[in-house]
């Protein structure tokens, strides 16, 4: 601590340090990988630096109102079509070019974004231009269904823009937006949680209860109450357990699994692998995010399945698998259909479908009914419990402990850097619940009755980060948000709207925690390999987006030399996108990171 001290007050007090030096510095602690453990102490120092980046790297806010594009006010749910017009009228260069019409934007306040300026005038920036625009000539993608867009933070301008206001089909990079949204909303302390709850009758026996009496035996359910809580393991079932002694609790006899914080609905696999991961539905009490590790062998005509956390054989019907003659492969599994009947001690599946004869397979899936994992999870420590469908209508419960998952500065590190879908989409659920502006003080995010209970509402998520970004000055007349992960052929982004969120966000106290969970280029996440030994390892902090037909980066640049730091966006919607996309979009950046 002595060190740190001395190094902070050593830091502030040096006046030849120049915003370069700044910069590197921040930039250098954000390739830091913390100890969840020992966030706090490290987090303190580089949020000083943040702070001060923020002061001297940076002109400050300016007054006047931003320029905008005039943009069309009906939003598209459909891709960009390609419309053929010569490379020279498709691109612009800080904002200036023919036939470009502006609006002025309404200044929002020090909570809104700053207006660029208009001319270049940094070398650096100008040779930026130069190296996009050259890249950009002899580059073979079809430039009509190509979006970017690149800010010069500490200078505030605009270096290029390319078909900047067209709504696109954003991939993963959509989960900046959801992760930004809810640092903002919902406060980097934020925590999902689960919430233990019995009987008002319950809670009154239990309180008068000597505290050297016997466990007491609860005599109505108890609920097992989810609030987003995103990293339940196996595990915390025996902590749960745990806590109910401390409590003076017997092992409840009955338990009702509650999920009213995020109503289930029914939801269509995003692709034609319904059993993978990344398909697996957000739920409010998610266990081991309902994927187990799982062996299938078949030999025609038999198939047995084993599937961990299920002590009990399971008794496999596969009178109705039609078998063929192909490679066994790992997307086999998903021509199959399980239907599973009796009990996580009794199990019993029919299986369905096309498999070849002779195949073995093992691997991650969400092969389960999504009470199963819980069921079988509580067997060790509960067992004679049976599982409830739900209290009676109207019944009140009293909580009495909650488990609580990490706060969200830690992580959206897993949905920015590992691209977890159902955990951003739990996240973009809960923004229906963050508290309207004028309720956001003195409000705890523990309720100790039912009464007070919120339920998420993905139609309300979508309004509420759209009167977000308006409030930020952000034009949202073209944007279409669904479910805050990418995952989804009906949501659209303009790369003007994402980058300048990114320029929003870098002015906020929360700027650490959110450039620490992008990827890192060439280090870790989805760019871990990516990038590695190139000029743009260690420089660009970017999150990937990829689907079938689109490949997307966004996020920092955060050159070695002094210069920058700058937003990048760049989004690609064309059968290209994963044979000539992500190799364009890799030279370009690794372009930018060399330039000196």
């Known amino acids: 601590m002595r060190h740190i001290a001395f190094f902070r007050a050593s830091f502030f007090r040096a006046s030849f340090l120049q915003a370069g030096f700044l910069q590197t510095a921040l930039a250098s602690l954000a390739c830091c990988h913390f100890n969840a453990k020992r966030f706090t102490l490290a987090r303190v120092t580089v949020v000083a630096l943040s702070m001060a980046l923020t002061q001297c790297a940076q002109p400050p806010v300016s007054s006047p109102a931003k320029e905008t594009n005039q943009r069309s006010s009906d939003p598209s749910n459909q891709a960009p079509a390609a419309q053929p017009s010569n490379q020279s009228s498709q691109h612009t260069a800080g904002r200036q070019h023919a036939g470009r019409q502006t609006a002025e934007r309404k200044n929002a306040g020090q909570d809104s974004i700053s207006q660029p300026k208009r001319q270049l005038d940094s070398p650096h920036a100008k040779q930026l231009q130069r190296l996009s625009l050259e890249w950009l000539r002899k580059s073979p993608l079809q430039t009509e269904h190509l979006s970017l867009y690149l800010f010069d933070l500490a200078q505030q301008q605009l270096i290029l823009e390319h078909r900047s206001d067209q709504p696109m089909q954003p991939a993963s990079v959509m989960k900046l937006m959801t992760t930004s949204a809810a640092l903002d909303l919902l406060g980097s302390t934020y925590r999902g949680a689960v919430s233990l709850r019995i009987s008002p009758s319950d809670a009154s026996a239990l309180a008068k209860r000597a505290p050297t009496a016997a466990l007491y035996a609860l005599q109505q359910p108890l609920v097992i109450y989810g609030e987003g809580h995103n990293q339940l393991q196996r595990r915390d079932v025996q902590a749960i357990d745990e806590t109910l002694k401390r409590l003076g609790i017997a092992a409840p006899s009955t338990v009702v699994l509650d999920r009213r914080w995020m109503p289930l609905a029914p939801v269509k696999p995003f692709d034609e692998n319904p059993w993978s991961w990344y398909n697996v539905a957000p739920d409010a009490l998610l266990l081991e995010q309902n994927t187990q590790w799982y062996h299938l062998s078949a030999n025609s005509p038999q198939m047995s399945l084993r599937i961990?956390?299920?002590?009990?054989?399971?008794?496999?019907?596969?009178?109705?698998?039609?078998?063929?003659?192909?490679?066994?492969?790992?997307?086999?599994?998903?021509?199959?259909?399980?239907?599973?009947?009796?009990?996580?001690?009794?199990?019993?599946?029919?299986?369905?479908?096309?498999?070849?004869?002779?195949?073995?397979?093992?691997?991650?899936?969400?092969?389960?009914?999504?009470?199963?994992?819980?069921?079988?999870?509580?067997?060790?420590?509960?067992?004679?419990?049976?599982?409830?469908?739900?209290?009676?209508?109207?019944?009140?419960?009293?909580?009495?402990?909650?488990?609580?998952?990490?706060?969200?500065?830690?992580?959206?590190?897993?949905?920015?850097?590992?691209?977890?879908?159902?955990?951003?989409?739990?996240?973009?659920?809960?923004?229906?619940?963050?508290?309207?502006?004028?309720?956001?003080?003195?409000?705890?995010?523990?309720?100790?009755?039912?009464?007070?209970?919120?339920?998420?509402?993905?139609?309300?998520?979508?309004?509420?980060?759209?009167?977000?970004?308006?409030?930020?000055?952000?034009?949202?007349?073209?944007?279409?948000?669904?479910?805050?992960?990418?995952?989804?052929?009906?949501?659209?982004?303009?790369?003007?709207?994402?980058?300048?969120?990114?320029?929003?966000?870098?002015?906020?106290?929360?700027?650490?925690?959110?450039?620490?969970?992008?990827?890192?280029?060439?280090?870790?996440?989805?760019?871990?390999?990516?990038?590695?030994?190139?000029?743009?390892?260690?420089?660009?902090?970017?999150?990937?987006?990829?689907?079938r037909d689109t490949t997307a980066l966004a996020g920092y640049l955060l050159p070695q030399n002094g210069q920058g730091p700058y937003v990048l966006v760049a989004i690609l919607n064309d059968e290209q996108a994963l044979s000539q996309g992500i190799k364009s979009f890799n030279s370009w950046v690794n372009q930018l990171c060399q330039a000196q």
């Open 308 to 547: 961990a956390g299920i002590d009990e054989p399971i008794q496999v019907d596969s009178k109705k698998v039609r078998w063929n003659e192909q490679p066994c492969r790992q997307n086999a599994l998903q021509q199959l259909h399980f239907q599973w009947r009796g009990t996580p001690q009794r199990p019993l599946v029919e299986i369905r479908g096309d498999f070849p004869r002779q195949c073995y397979l093992s691997g991650y899936a969400q092969l389960l009914p999504r009470d199963w994992g819980w069921q079988a999870a509580w067997q060790r420590v509960w067992p004679t419990a049976r599982l409830l469908p739900r209290l009676p209508k109207g019944s009140a419960t009293v909580e009495i402990a909650r488990l609580e998952d990490e706060p969200l500065a830690v992580r959206i590190r897993s949905i920015n850097k590992d691209s977890d879908n159902v955990q951003a989409r739990t996240l973009f659920a809960a923004l229906s619940t963050a508290p309207a502006p004028s309720q956001q003080t003195n409000q705890s995010s523990a309720s100790t009755d039912s009464s007070t209970d919120l339920s998420t509402d993905l139609n309300a998520s979508a309004k509420r980060l759209t009167a977000w970004l308006h409030a930020k000055g952000i034009d949202t007349r073209q944007l279409v948000f669904e479910n805050g992960a990418g995952l989804s052929r009906s949501e659209r982004l303009t790369a003007s709207a994402l980058g300048d969120m990114l320029r929003w966000q870098w002015q906020q106290p929360t700027r650490f925690e959110f450039v620490s969970s992008l990827p890192i280029a060439g280090v870790d996440g989805t760019l871990k390999t990516r990038f590695a030994g190139q000029a743009a390892e260690q420089c660009a902090r970017l999150k990937t987006g990829t689907l």
